[in-house]
């Protein structure tokens, strides 16, 4: 799916490359714990007149986070609401230890997903004279792996020429 800017607008556009792979999830040695912000309009409310998102915090909360070809999806705590879908996932860390040292001075970012959904806990009750259901927020959001929006890319078609 390719769309116009409107004219006079000018955005960076982020490169494919800070989409996250397995290689730099497990380089990085990312875990449940990591911290991750998030883009997002929870109930459609905006940060400011401008109409930009809101910007909120959480940690991996679910193991194991690779390979992402068979996980794919992890749980991101932050209380989730309706209009956080589709919101970017992302990780930025300084001087950040793996590999069994410390890395001063070093700078790691990427794209770790888009937010799908928020985790429910479903009851459900069968009486005599009804089944009730009843879903419980867990203020969970599963986020899909940066991988498999790489993936919904490489099968695009080719860019139309303008």
Avoid: W
Avoid at 13 to 29: N, Q
Avoid at 71 to 82: E, I, P, Q, S
Avoid at 128 to 147: C, D, F, G, N, Q
């Amino acid at each position: 799916m390719y769309v116009r800017l409107p004219v006079g607008v000018d955005l960076p556009l982020l490169p494919i490359s800070l989409l996250a792979t397995d290689k730099e999830l497990e380089e990085y040695e990312i875990h449940p714990g990591d911290s991750l912000s998030c883009l997002g309009y929870p109930y459609g409310a905006e940060a400011n007149e401008a109409g930009f998102p809101i910007l909120r915090s959480g940690q991996i909360a679910s193991y194991p986070l690779t390979p992402t070809i068979k996980v794919k999806t992890f749980l991101y705590d932050f209380r989730v609401f309706g209009g956080n879908s589709g919101g970017p996932v992302y990780f930025i860390d300084q001087n950040r230890s793996y590999g069994g040292g410390t890395r001063l001075g070093n700078r790691i970012q990427f794209l770790a997903g888009l937010v799908s959904q928020e985790k429910m806990v479903e009851e459900e009750i069968i009486s005599i004279a009804e089944t009730r259901r009843t879903k419980y927020p867990l203020s969970l959001a599963v986020v899909i792996h940066a991988t498999l929006i790489k993936e919904a890319i490489d099968l695009l078609p080719t860019k139309p020429e303008e």
